[in-house]
T-cell receptor
Framework: DTGVSQNPRHKITKRGQNVTFRCDPI?????LYWYRQTLGQGPEFLTY????????KSRLLSDRFSAERPKGSFSTLEIQRTEQGDSAMYLC???????????????FGPGTRLTVL | AQKVTQAQTEISVVEKEDVTLDCVYE???????LFWYKQPPSGELVFLIR??????QNEISGRYSWNFQKSTSSFNFTITASQVVDSAVYFC?????????????FGAGTILRVKS
């Protein structure tokens, strides 16, 4: 059973450049989440998708950030005009949301560590 | 707003000692879910347990046990007979029910160092 995968694992870029990260969720999972984690902190929610629909975006997600999940499978997170404050670990998680209430468990990928010089 | 507090920034123990990681949460919801995740040096968050607000039974899984007390809004995690491989950052998290998105609110984490 393949887990959540993320690429690249590390990205170093210069301020002002655009970067794109990819997340491949567990195959049958219909929900996909993006989180950001800075040093010494817990992950913070950025956005999530149910299938291909982006249902919620955090205030942390500025206009320079955009996420897509075009066919309800993999997702991309793009950051335009990167700033040094964007340096962080970007984590992707997926889950299987079932009807009838309750909750689903999110399974995380290894993350993409972004360094903006 | 939901909030999770892990007051212990870092804990160091010697192998075979028992250790308890504290987690206190705040929420106005009557239905909510609590989680613990482990983040080893490799960086990937590993799911350990989830608990819903209606189930206050303690749970034991091998050397791990969890104590959920709604009266004190706490969900503490105990490792019995700690091992070096337990060294990691442990996160407690809180979520809304699924129909509200289920996004996780994490605490700042507790670094556990187990020395041989």
């Amino acid at each position: 059973d393949t887990g959540v995968s993320q690429n690249p694992r590390h990205k170093i870029t210069k301020r002002g450049q655009n970067v794109t990260f990819r997340c491949d969720p567990i195959s049958e999972h219909n929900r996909l989440y993006w989180y950001r984690q800075t040093l010494g902190q817990g992950p913070e929610f950025l956005t999530y998708f149910q299938n291909e629909a982006q249902l919620e975006k955090s205030r942390l997600l500025s206009d320079r950030f955009s996420a897509e999940r075009p066919k309800g499978s993999f997702s991309t997170l793009e950051i335009q005009r990167t700033e040094q404050g964007d340096s962080a670990m970007y984590l992707c998680a997926s889950s299987l949301a079932r009807t009838g209430g309750g909750t689903d468990t999110q399974y995380f990928g290894p993350g993409t560590r972004l360094t903006v010089l | 707003a939901q909030k999770v507090t892990q007051a212990q920034t870092e804990i160091s123990v010697v192998e075979k000692e028992d250790v308890t990681l504290d987690c206190v949460y705040e929420t106005r919801d009557t239905t909510y879910y609590l989680f613990w995740y482990k983040q080893p040096p490799s960086g990937e968050l590993v799911f350990l347990i989830r608990r819903n607000s209606f189930d206050e039974q303690n749970e034991i899984s091998g050397r791990y046990s969890w104590n959920f007390q709604k009266s004190t809004s706490s969900f503490n995690f105990t490792i019995t007979a700690s091992q070096v491989v337990d060294s990691a950052v442990y996160f407690c998290a809180l979520s809304e029910p699924m129909e509200y998105g289920n996004k996780l609110v994490f605490g700042a984490g507790t670094i556990l160092r187990v020395k041989s």
